[in-house]
């Protein structure tokens, strides 16, 4: 059975730094591209990083580039969300979400169609 589940959120002064981890199971990992989403209250969902099955293509949204770093470690099965100067802005449930085709890339929501419980992220003094 496949299975995604994240870890690491908790609440964070502005400035400080998280880093999430995402374990997955019940599917060949190093197959897959995996991503990263957020949903903040009243909002969509929105991409936040993605990586591929490799670990050698990466991709962010404009608004974590250079504070955010996605990574993965396709022997324990993770992928990490390294998150740096944190903003109030970056408060949302953090989704980790595996793409719907081995070896393919891309950041869209729609080409991700398994996802994990979520972990809450909030940035406030």
């Known amino acids: 059975q496949l299975q995604l589940v994240e870890s690491g959120g908790g609440l964070v002064q502005p400035g400080g730094s998280l880093r999430l981890s995402c374990a997955a199971s019940?599917?060949?990992?190093?197959?897959?591209?995996i991503g990263w989403f957020r949903q903040a209250p009243g909002k969509e969902r929105e991409g936040v990083s993605c990586?591929?099955?490799?670990?050698?293509?990466?991709n962010y949204a404009d608004s974590v580039k250079g504070r955010f770093t996605i990574s993965r470690d396709n022997a324990k099965n993770t992928v990490y969300l390294q998150m740096n100067s944190l903003k109030p802005e970056d408060t949302a449930i953090y989704y980790c979400?595996?793409?719907?085709?081995?070896?393919?890339?891309?950041?869209?929501?729609?080409?991700?169609?398994?996802w994990g419980q979520g972990t809450q992220v909030t940035v406030s003094s």
């Open positions: 990586i591929s099955s490799s670990g050698g293509r990466v």
């Open positions: 019940g599917f060949t990992f190093d197959h897959t591209a």
């Open positions: 979400a595996a793409h719907r085709r081995y070896y393919a890339f891309g950041c869209t929501l729609g080409e991700y169609d398994y």
